[in-house]
Structures are given as structure tokens and as C-alpha cells.
């Protein structure tokens, strides 16, 4: 009998939805015939609105645009969407003096390759006041000088240097349902009800609010932080990163471009009392936010402390509240139901690596694509394959806190003192005393391997006191 999987139900019309959609059509269409090819269902609510920030994205973005067959030029226009080159942290790091520096980490790929380089960079330079990422990739200059990846004019999708998007949420999943039904998903506005398991535990139907009962073969739960089918149906546990990252808290608010013509190509963070800002240029409009900790700030103090930051821009605004669920599923495949997206975890904004980690997890689901009997060990690689990428985010995040030096508030004491690391990031910290970053010390990296680790590092370097540096091969290279 042919055990070929028929039906591909996903829940949820947010970004990981639609993304989910896309990339598994896409896979579909290169590697089976029409006949062969799995139906895909996308069921979203009318009524439970999507979470409507995620606006910056990371140098995967392009591939997949140009994968899916969706022209640049049409996302541009249909998103809002600007360039983004990388992201610029401010107030984050004072220098031995104390003055503030600031740093981006650049979409750079390729520009450094590693102990050499950066020996001859330290050789010449020590351990002063010149910027390393500044050395090794324009993105910092284009960046402040509000220039795109590539002059107008030139193909689509050209990467001379690495590069992603900022791009407005509602309009991509927007842009994405139209390219998506139009390719044959089917899409079914309709709220599920309830979740029945048949007698091993597998998802067997989901009650509708009005079309009734839906069959399942296999269900993605992309419903966001209510994780509706993963922890509400199958019970499957939530691992809490709290003891990791302080911030649990988001104010949102989208507000006007002081200067339309010009368009900064870097998403910012800057650090305020309690957490940090975001501000993503978009064409028409800039979405901006506030990442904070519940346990160092009210909602009301945090809000009084973002607007004061955002002045004028921000006068008579009421934020919008997003409490996040930091953390991420014990296992995002249980049973026939696979976890996509915020229902199967979420590390922070910083870095912006949601969408990327929601690529990743699509592509590797196609990858193991089962039968309708799902073999266990399909799972199980799966599994451990997504553990080792929220590993791969966890460890660069909180690598950022550790090595801030603010002192002005107990938050920043607290997050670079009392936040527990991962294993092998303080194992890495210690080796990186005696000797540079090394491409092995980073075994599992989908977007931060040890050159951005090393470009990190250097820029705290600048800004540690000799008691606090991890002094580093930056000794060892004299
Ligand atoms: C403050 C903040 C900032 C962020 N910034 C970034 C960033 O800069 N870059 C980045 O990559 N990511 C970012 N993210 C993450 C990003 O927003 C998400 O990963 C992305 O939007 C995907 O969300 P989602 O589709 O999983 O969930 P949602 O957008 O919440 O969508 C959930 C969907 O499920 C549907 N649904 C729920 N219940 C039911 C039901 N019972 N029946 C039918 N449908 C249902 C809803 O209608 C909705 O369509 C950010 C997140 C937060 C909280």
C-alpha cells in the first residue's frame, strides 16, 4: 500500500505560516511530480490577530526569495521593505574611559578568515581605539551613510557583500498567502475549537468553529506563543530560559521617519535602563520597540523610560505590551505535529534570528519528510537538530550580555552577573583567554560561526578593564 503523506495541515497565518507554506511548496515543486506532491492546508483564525513585530531578518531572507521564485523588486514595493546590512548596538559598551562606543555587527561573509588576520590586525593596531568590524567590511560606513547592499539599477538579489531586509510583518504574510494560494495551498480562514488525539496520541482531527471537523495527517503548529496543538493538546513540556535572559517583556510602537530620504541600512539597539530599543527603517515608516526586564522595571516605568527615549516622535503614544515566552519546546516534533515559529520557542529579538530560525526549521522538516507511519529516529534527528540551533542563538545572545560593562543600573549588574551561560559559551570564554577564537570552537553554526564571535569579542575587548577582559590571544599575538 502506498504510504505516501497526502495532507500537510498547518495552523496559524503568521509569518512562521506562510513561511512554512512557501518553502515546503517550494521544496515540493523541485523535488516531486504534481501527482506525488503532498496537499498543503493553511487554516488561520479571523479572529486571533498575529503578533505583528519580527520586521528584520538575517542574509537568509534573500536565498529564500530567490528560491521561492518571488521577484525582489515585487517584495520591495508589496513589504515596505529597506535594506538591512547588519546590526549597530549603541550604549551598550563604554570604553576604559568610559565614553560610549558603539559597534555594528556587519552581514559580512568571507572577509576574514581568521587567526592570521586578526593577529596582523592586532599586531598593527593592539588593542586600541580602532574598530576591527570597521577594518573588514564597509557595512558600517554604507550603513551610517544610508546606502543600500548594491546601486540601483544592478539584478536582483546580487550580493556583493552579505545583506537581508527590514520588512513590514503584516504586509509580508500578506504578500506571501497571495503567492501561496495562487501556487495551490489551500487556505481556510476558521478558528480551531479543540484538538482530538486518536488512542497512540497522534493529532487525528481539529474541530472548526464553522467548517466543522478537519482531518490531519500531519499538522504544523505555527498558532505563536499560545502553542495551541504542541503544549495545549500534546502536553509537550516548555524549557524556560529565564535563568539565561533576563527580558520578558516588549512595548511596541510604529512611528513616522524624521527624515523619509533617509533610510539607515542597519537595524539599532540601543541600551536603555532595563533592556534595550529596537528601531527598524522601513520605506514608509519606522517600527521601533522596547525589550525589557518585568523584574527590573513596571510596564508604566518601562514605558516612561521608552518614550522619554523616543521624544517627540513618541509624544502621546501608548505603546503596545508583548509579553514573550522565552524559551522553546523540550522537542518541536511530537507525534504528527511539528512546532514552527513562537509555538516552538523564542530567544529574544536581539539579532533578529526568528524568521531565519523558522527557515531553517521548515527546510529541515522537508528534509526528513515522513510517511504517514513517522519513524521514530525521523523525529528524534529533528529534534536534536533544532535543540542545537537554539543552542547555536542562545549562546551568541547571552554571549552579548556577558561581555556588556554598563554599570549605571542593577539590570545591567545583573544580567552580565547573575544570568547563568550556557556550558560550552563559558568553556569558550575561558579558552579564549589563552588563545584567538578558532573556527572548531563553534561546532554548530547556522549564522554565527567563530568569525563573528571574534568580531564580538574584539569589541568588548576595547571596552573591558584588565580585571573583567578575557585578555585573550590578543596577549598571546604580541
Ligand atoms: C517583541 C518581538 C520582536 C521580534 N522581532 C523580531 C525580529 O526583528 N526578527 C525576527 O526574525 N523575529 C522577530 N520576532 C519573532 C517574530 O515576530 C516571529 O517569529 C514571527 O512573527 C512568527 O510568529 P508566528 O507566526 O509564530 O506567530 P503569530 O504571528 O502570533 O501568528 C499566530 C497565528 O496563529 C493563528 N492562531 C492562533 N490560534 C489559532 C486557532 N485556535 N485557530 C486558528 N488559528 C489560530 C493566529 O490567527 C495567527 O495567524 C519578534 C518577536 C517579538 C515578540
Redesign the pocket.
Known sequence: MNNRLRKITI?????????TALILDTEFSRTSATKDRPHICL????????????????PRMPKTLREAGISERAFFRETNASFKLGVKFCNWNTDAKGKRIDYVNPFAHGQMLGGLEAAEYFLRFGNGDRDFTQSISPHDDLGRLCKGARPLGQPEFEQRFGYAYHLD?VKF?GMLTDVCTKRGVEHIR????SVELDEQGNVSH?M??HKGRHDIEMVID?????G?IINKALGEPFKDYSDYLPNDR?L?LQIEHPDPEKIESL?RSTALGAGWT?R?PLYNRVGT?Y?FSSAHRTDDQAADEYLEWLGDSGKGATPRV?P?RIGRVRNAWVKNCVA?????G?I??LE???????DHAVRWFAEHLPTRDIAPSLRSRYNRQMNKLYDEVLEFICLHYRLGNRTDDQYWIDARTEMKIPDRLAENLELWQHRLPMAHDVEFATLFDFRVFFRRFCWASRSMTRAMVPASGIACVR
Open positions: 495552523v496559524g497565518g503568521g509569518t512562521a505560516g506562510w513561511m487554516i488561520e483564525s479571523p479572529n486571533i490577530a498575529t503578533v505583528g513585530v519580527g520586521e528584520a531578518t538575517v510583518a504574510a476558521d478558528e480551531v475549537k481539529l472548526l468553529e505555527c498558532t505563536g506563543f499560545r495551541l516588549a511596541a537595524t529596537w527598524v520597540g525589550v508583548i514573550m514552527i515559529g513562537l509555538s516552538g523564542f529574544e529579538p533578529s534570528t526568528a524568521i531565519h530560525m523558522i
